[in-house]
């Protein structure tokens, strides 16, 4: 198609004048009906390499999503540009007029889920109906190497199969070089349809913290961000404590979400989320796949995720739009002691990628280096040394050579036993005599007190970069054992180094992270319109306008409906719904 009808489509649809990152090239090969794999960040405006192409195709593009609430967001977004979507799940009750509605052509976008793709009665239905393209979002699920597999996109090939003419277009954020390999075998796309953006989200601040007060350490990070964000605990109690208290403490509105909760309050909660321009989700992480809410302004992890891959996703939900936003993580040993004991449940074909995760994410929290580079090395990129934007580039912490600290401690644990916890052996080491140490005769042993007054303080935060790597696992009875590399530390073949906090943690003034003009009344006119505007239209306010668009119209303060329209991400449809609102809240400074 020529590329002037691309560019009017994409500005009169979507209102932009231009395309982002590899947008451009992963249309271009849609609309020439070549299948590809497209990994690119959250963020990048992946939907928008299916949607342009739907709209500019004859025939419906059927997108496989794996979760409801992500394709009914996504539905209000395509709908917002005047797109003809629909989508067939358990809880569309339309599904018959949805169904003759794709057969007779009038229809740009169709949204189902895998499992349901993978019925027969639905490749009957496709049998019937024209079809321009199938789109495969969260693609990574096909993979058993990826960190999320689920079965049901094993059927999409033979699925696709049968429409030979129709192209395939597969799209992740979220796939290392093993994992993108095995995508395109499983999707049946030639090798030479993988476009990789790159995984950078430069807007993204990384910070990561050993875990000592939770509440305390997340209280702070609400009131330096007083925007939307997400809370990840590792458990539903967790989720629901952590709920309670950040409410209290903070006076935000705090909701919690885990699949304890009924399928009633789950949806409330979300969709209060959804619509909210302030409050915190507290949630497992089964929350948030299915959230396409661009205004997320931090994503806190209050544990470990399950893996790089993991925490990569997760953080991807904060700043989709662009603008500045933060990635906390808080961790205790305990964390990956859980983590490696739960290596034993994992079936053996699989026991040794999900230990190199492990080590992976153990690296991540314990380098002294840029946490971006490394990230981004995981993925297979090579990014310069410092990225100016992670904890670490932006305050540098100190590195100690502790292998000889580290061989004393290991050796303390091995003559105690192996069966004691870390309090014990520290007093062995530092020679603190209790009834306990002296009932074991552990007073009697050739660690005792070896360890001298200015050293003393580097035991603990040794003891959580040993557990972290590894070297050190907790026993079913709460003690701390030998594991991975400890003997070839002790024998001297492994340098042990770790990170030391800076002196002084920065104590910034509140970060609304330069994301919207602080004090301009025109800017929160326009956010009091949008509000109104997305209540009644029964839509969260991101889908009227992003904070982007508001900005824009705040600087340049259009006063035509031509002049509106030239605004980034003010479309036709937009336009024609909103802008005699917007211009009329505009006049008024």
């Known amino acids: 198609m020529p590329p002037d009808l691309t560019f009017d489509t994409l500005h009169t649809t979507f209102g932009f004048s231009t395309f982002r990152g590899v947008q451009d090239q992963v249309v271009a090969r849609v609309l020439a009906g070549r299948s590809t794999l497209a990994v690119m960040p959250t963020g990048a405006g992946k939907s928008l390499t299916y949607q342009l192409p739907a709209v500019m195709l004859e025939g419906t593009c059927v997108v496989i ?5 992500l394709m009914h967001d996504q539905l209000r977004s395509a709908q917002a540009n005047g797109i003809r979507a629909a989508s067939l799940t358990s809880v569309d009750f339309n599904r018959e007029e949805t169904a003759a509605r794709f057969r007779a052509g009038e229809l740009d976008l169709l949204y189902v889920a895998p499992e349901r793709a993978s019925q027969g009665h639905f490749r009957e239905l496709l049998s019937n109906a024209p079809v321009a393209l199938f789109a495969i979002d969260e693609a990574h699920c096909v993979s058993e190497w990826g960190h999320d597999f ?15 003419d129709v192209p395939r277009l597969a799209l992740t954020a979220t796939a290392d070089a093993h994992t993108r390999a095995d995508i395109l075998a499983q999707l049946g796309i030639p090798d030479d349809g993988l476009i ?19 509440v305390r350490q997340l209280v702070t990070l609400m009131a330096e961000q007083p925007g939307p964000g997400i809370v990840y605990a590792p458990t539903r109690k967790k989720v629901e404590d952590l709920a309670e208290k950040l409410a209290a403490a903070t006076g935000r509105r705090v909701l919690p979400y885990h699949a304890g909760l009924s399928p009633e309050v789950r949806s409330d909660n979300q969709s209060a989320f959804v619509a909210s321009e302030d409050m915190v989700m507290v ?4 929350f948030g796949m299915g959230i396409d809410k661009p205004d997320v302004r931090f994503v806190a992890h209050a544990g470990i995720p399950k893996s790089i891959e993991g925490y990569y996703q997760e ?9 500045p936003s933060v990635a906390v993580m808080l961790w205790g040993a305990d964390d990956f002691a859980r983590a490696r004991q739960r290596l034993s449940e994992v079936e053996e074909a699989r026991l040794e990628g999900e230990r190199k995760r492990l080590d992976a994410l153990a690296a991540l929290v314990e380098t002294a280096g840029c946490r971006r580079a490394l990230l981004l090395r995981h993925f297979g990129e090579d990014p310069p040394q410092s990225c100016g934007n992670c904890d670490n580039c932006l305050d540098a912490p100190g590195v100690a050579d502790v292998t000889q600290l580290a061989q004393k401690f290991l050796s303390a644990v091995y003559r105690t036993g192996q069966s004691f916890g870390y309090g014990h052996v520290e007093k062995v080491l530092t020679g603190s005599a209790d009834e306990r140490v002296l009932q074991r005769g552990h007073d009697q042993l050739s660690v005792f007190g070896i360890v001298a007054a200015d050293e003393a303080h580097l035991l603990r935060p040794l003891a959580r970069a040993l557990q972290a790597r590894g070297s050190l696992v907790q026993t079913e009875h709460g003690g701390i054992a030998l594991g991975n590399d400890a003997r070839a530390i002790l024998k001297g073949d492994v340098p042990v180094l770790i990170a030391l906090p800076p002196r002084k943690e920065r104590k910034g003034k509140r970060d609304r992270g330069g994301a919207n003009p602080v004090g301009d009344p025109l800017f929160e006119a326009l956010r009091t319109i949008r509000r109104d505007l997305a209540l009644e239209a029964g839509v969260p306010p991101y889908v009227i306008f992003h904070d982007a668009t508001l900005r824009e119209m705040a600087q340049l303060r259009p006063a035509t409906i031509a002049a509106l329209g030239e605004v980034g991400g003010v479309g036709a449809r937009k336009l024609e719904a909103y802008g005699e609102a917007f211009l009329a809240v505009i006049r008024q400074y």
């Open 150 to 164: 689920r079965p049901d996109y094993r059927m999409l090939r033979p699925l696709m199969d049968g429409f030979p």
């Open 196 to 214: 990789v953006a790159g995984f950078d989200r430069p807007n993204i601040r990384y910070t990561i913290r050993h875990r000592d007060n939770p």
């Open 65 to 69: 999503s794996p979760l409801i609430a």
């Open 283 to 286: 949630a497992t992480v089964a």
């Open 315 to 323: 953080t991807g939900r904060a700043g989709r739009d662009g603008d």
